[in-house]
């Protein structure tokens, strides 16, 4: 088996363990990237397969040009399937499923809506517990624009303080999970950090702007009389 195997069983050459209902002993641990996380002989796959005298995948290592070498080998083998590594892999991405993308865009849409709506009532209850200091502030020369300023500047930075602690959060998990279970891979690129950013500002900034327009406009007479 591969070392990562290995580590996330907690076995060592000598253990044994029960693979396809067949008990096996571990013989050797290889660096992971081998193309499996187990091997074992192939006469002993094709009786379990019942699959005697044949495989199914063949892995050709090429040395210099992998193309050309994959061609010659659809030359010689057409009525077969011929694939360089890189282009296997791919099909081995999430970007190769088709429906996980709608089900991707549901889930950010979703989130975008819901944080739009938790930061507008969030700063309409504050607006309105602060009706006397905007109050205060507009008798004392604030701007409409100043006062639109102040509260999309404190949601703002209560966004960046609820993003760092998002990526804390993530990425400390990541590293836990890397930890609990080697098996499982995790990526996370700057591309999405970067999209998670964009939409949590977004949806914010698009919450409380009514909130902020709405304490602009407010008489400071009346806001003054405010109980």
Known sequence: MDDIKAQSLKLKVGDKMVLLNHEFTICGI??????ARFFIPLKKAQDIAGAEGRVS?????SIGDTERARQQIVKLLPQHRVRSMAEYLTLLNSDQLP???PFQRSLIAVGVV?????VLLTMHTLVLERT????ILKALGYSRSGIVRLIL???VLMTFLGIVLGLVGTLGG???LKEVKPTLHLLITQEWILRSIVLALTGSVAGALYPALRAAAC???????YE
Do not use: C, N, W
Request: avoid cysteine.
């Open 30 to 35: 290889v660096s992971h990237g081998k193309g």
């Open 153 to 155: 500047g404190e949601t």
């Open 99 to 101: 429906e996980l993308k």
């Open 114 to 118: 819901i944080s739009f709506l938790v």
């Open 132 to 135: 006397r200091e905007i109050g």
């Open 57 to 61: 995948m063949f892995y050709v290592r």
């Open 219 to 225: 008489d400071p007479v009346d806001a003054l009389a």
């Open 174 to 176: 990541q590293v836990i």
